[in-house]
Every structure is written in C-alpha cells, then in structure tokens.
C-alpha cells in the first residue's frame, strides 16, 4: 500500500531563516506531487506540483522554492521566511484517473 | 474568483440530527471530490463521483454529483461526534490534468 510522509511535524523559525520541508511517497512509482499551504483551518492553496523529476510548476509567486531531487521525493525550501510564510503546509501525491489526491500529515510552520 | 463555492461555511448541531452541505459551481467538472480533514491532520479522501446524476452511500454519507456535473452535495444522517471536521469538496476540470480545484470547505461541529 502507498504511504506518503512529511517532516518535520512542527517547526518553530525566525523570520530570514531558511526552510527545508521534505515529502516522500512510498509504494507507487511516478506520482504527481503536490505542496500546498492551508491557513485557519480553511481551503487549499496549491503552491507547487510536479509531474516529474526536476519538473517543477509554481501556482503562486512567493519566497518559496520546490525541487523533486528523486521520483518519491519532493521538497520545500526558502532562503529567507517572512511572518506571512506561516501556515499547515501539506504534501499530496496523485496517479489516479480521476484525480483522487492523497495527503501527508502536514508540517505546523511558524515563523515568528 | 472562487471556482467551487461551499456552503454553510460552518454548521453546529446537536449529534443525532441530519445535515447537508453543498458544494456548487458555475464550471463543469469532470470528476469531484469530498475530503474530511481533522485538526492537525491531512485531509482523508472520502469519494470520487464522476457521473452526472450519480449517489454514492459510505455508511450515513450519501453524496451526489449534479446532473451537469456543476455542483455537488454531502447529507450526513444522524450526526455523530466522531463526523466532526472540515469538510472539503474538490473537482478536476475538464484539460487539467494534475490540478485539483478545491472549495473553502464546512466546518462541521457535532456537538454531543
């Protein structure tokens, strides 16, 4: 069965320190893969997705940066974090037809 | 523009009552999804329905897709404590083949 993991589940930063989330998938080859931003417990903001290895497509201009260094793995960074990088960042993969998609446990950020 | 609107934003009520949360569109969708998510979790996917007209039964969840694939609706019957959460529907438009348009989602409090 497919599992996907995220860490860190919390993380506390100041505000200009860099970011580093990461998300890997396991049991599935060649997903689709997704990093978005919820804030208050509220919709879903899509910030990257990739289709591919070093395939990378930006939703929303920001401060954030995606890479896929490896198929089951996507990653989140920053150089710099503002307050308003704040939020429950979630990773999400999808093979399915229909477009199902299915998400990590999320990581807390604060940025204080 | 918000693509997939949900209403009520936020519904309590009393465990053991029935309840209805609608998902709605002015764009066609090829395949649409509800998703429950609870505090500090990923959101969990519930059930794709891809045909116009179609009911799909989990349990005391009944969903059904519209008949132009426009809109979409959950009745929950006999609300429990544990259905508390968000609750989120996301549809896949016809050419978009990765992306996923997600609603702002219901939060639903049964209270016992």
């Known amino acids: 069965s497919q599992t996907i993991h995220q860490w860190p589940a919390t993380l506390v930063q100041p505000v200009g320190s860099p970011l580093s989330l990461e998300c890997t998938v396991e049991?599935?080859?060649?997903?689709?893969l997704y990093w978005y931003r919820q804030a208050a417990g509220r919709g879903l903001q899509l910030l990257f997705y990739?289709?591919?290895?070093?395939?990378i497509s930006s939703e929303v201009p920001q401060n954030l940066s995606a890479s896929r260094p490896q198929d089951r793995q996507f990653i989140l960074s920053s150089k710099k974090l503002l307050l308003s990088d704040s939020g429950f960042y979630l990773c999400?993969?999808?093979?399915?037809?229909?477009?199902?998609?299915?998400f990590g446990p999320g990581t807390r950020l604060t940025v204080l | 523009t918000q693509l997939l609107e949900q209403s009520p934003q936020f519904l309590s009520i009393q465990e053991g009552e029935n309840l209805t949360v609608y998902c709605n569109s002015s764009?066609?969708?090829?395949?649409l999804q509800w998703y429950r998510q609870e505090p500090g979790e990923g959101p969990v996917l519930l059930v794709t329905?891809?045909?116009?007209?179609e009911v799909k039964k989990l349990k005391r969840l009944t969903f059904q897709f519209g008949d132009a694939r426009k809109d979409s609706s959950l009745h929950i019957t006999a609300a429990q404590p544990g259905d508390t959460g968000l609750y989120l529907c996301?549809?896949?438009?016809?050419?978009?083949?990765?992306?996923?348009?997600f609603g702002k989602g219901t939060l639903l409090t049964v209270n016992p």
């Open positions: 999400a993969w999808s093979v399915e037809e229909h477009g199902e998609q299915f």
């Open positions: 049991g599935t080859s060649n997903p689709n």
């Open positions: 990739s289709v591919g290895i070093g395939q």
């Open positions: 764009s066609v969708f090829s395949s």
């Open positions: 329905v891809v045909t116009g007209g």
């Open positions: 996301a549809g896949k438009r016809r050419g978009s083949n990765y992306k996923l348009t």
